[in-house]
């Protein structure tokens, strides 16, 4: 069991990152790194789809930094994933190993200008201080360009790992100081594979939540384990079977933002409920539920309320987009089975209705529909009220 475990599907990577952390160890020890690509450098981005293990990537490469583990113990393979510098940067409390990820819709300017304040100290333990930003696409521009001194000037032995869906999403005076790595999504297979041999799903689940999840682990992971995200993903997949009528259209659109909104407030009201109650404690709040508040200390609450709000904005956005992806899948299948290729569908489950809808349609009408679904997640993106960007969506899915 080695920190490069977690990496399903990602060979070439794991070989890139190895050869790097092999140069790494090097560089600790005093000796001459090898030179050329595959030697160490204080910069690297790591892009791939929802789902290809950008972070786990980014987190092995970490651990493997930080491993203290002797060269003969090792193989030649840094990484072993049971010295203390493995498991520590693996669980999140290395020292020297700081995991920046942000549940709100952005990373402002105050928040990079603390973590590279954070970065130019030197590494406690001797080796790397490594910096891993899971959402470097979340980056306000103002941010961004903060974050970009650090790299053209970076700090010794200080390691930045970022982490985004597409090289586009970094700007390119970023991207062009750092080390490129692509990931891919993983095959249906491998991801099934994983879900038996690490989280003893039953195969049949495995193979299903694999394809359902098309290529997502952590998808996967959770349609396997959780009834309940089963049965949202059906609910959402009756949606382009139910879109025969303008009423009806509306009528779903209405449905699928109300779902995602309740499973935005169901996952956000135990945390706020938390951390507000910490932060009246520190601030010195009256003993007893809504005891009276210091003076001075609104500021403190209305910025607490405000990020929780944001926070709420993305986990109703991500849950909405999770939905999207899935009708999109649905279509895809719809193609597939119009071009005649329908023999290994990704909603195998769903496979009556899929055929139906087939034989309704034409591949041209699949196509404005799935161009229909991309055109509601970008438009959600740029931050179109949700609604309106679904009952958009569900008046072309009609129309085809």
């Not at 203290?68 to 498991?87: I, K, Q, R, S, W």
């Not at 935005?264 to 520190?282: I, W, Y």
């Not at 034989?359 to 509601?376: F, G, K, M, N």
């Amino acid at each position: 069991m080695s920190v490069w475990d977690d990496l399903v599907g990602q060979d070439q990577v794991v070989d890139q990152l190895v050869a790097a952390a092999r140069a790494a160890r090097a560089v600790v020890a005093g000796e001459t790194p090898a030179a050329g690509a595959t030697g160490m450098t204080h910069a690297w981005l790591f892009t791939g789809p929802p789902g290809s293990g950008r972070s786990t990537a980014a987190r092995a490469f970490a651990a493997a930094l930080q491993c203290t583990a002797p060269d003969a113990e090792l193989g030649g393979v840094p990484g072993c994933g049971f010295c203390d510098g493995c498991h520590t940067a693996l669980i999140g409390s290395h020292a020297d190993v700081e995991t920046v990820r942000t549940d709100v819709l952005s990373i402002g300017v105050k928040e990079t200008r603390e973590l590279v304040r954070n970065a130019s100290m030197s590494p406690a333990g001797g080796r790397w201080q490594v910096i891993i930003l899971e959402d470097s696409d979340r980056l306000t521009e103002g941010a961004a360009n903060v974050l970009l001194k650090a790299i053209e000037e970076p700090a010794p032995r200080t390691v930045w790992l970022l982490c985004a869906p597409s090289v586009e999403d970094a700007l390119p005076t970023i991207r062009s100081r750092c080390r490129l790595l692509v990931l891919r999504s993983p095959s249906v297979g491998a991801v099934a594979d994983v879900l038996m041999r690490r989280d003893g799903i039953d195969v049949q689940v495995a193979q299903f939540a694999a394809r359902a999840a098309h290529g997502h682990i952590g998808r996967a992971r959770r349609l396997a384990q959780d009834e309940a995200a089963r049965a949202r993903r059906t609910e959402v997949l009756r949606l382009p079977l139910v879109v025969g009528d303008l009423g009806a259209c509306l009528a779903g659109a209405q449905a699928l933002v109300d779902a995602a909104a309740a499973e935005a407030k169901q996952a956000a009201e135990e945390v706020d409920v938390k951390e507000t109650e910490e932060l009246r404690a520190a601030l010195g709040a009256a003993a007893g539920v809504g005891g009276r508040m210091p003076r001075g200390t609104a500021g403190a609450m209305k910025e607490l309320e405000d990020r929780q709000k944001r926070r709420a904005t993305r986990i109703q956005r991500d849950s909405l987009d999770r939905a999207l992806v899935d009708i999109a899948g649905f279509y895809r299948d719809v193609l597939a089975v119009q071009f005649g290729a329908g023999a290994d569908l990704a909603n195998e489950d769903l496979r009556t209705g899929v055929e139906r809808l087939a034989q309704q349609s034409t591949p041209e009408s699949t196509l404005r529909r799935i161009d229909a679904v991309l055109s509601c997640r970008d438009a959600i993106e740029r931050n179109v009220a949700p609604l309106l960007a679904v009952e958009a969506m569900t008046v072309a899915l009609r129309a085809g």
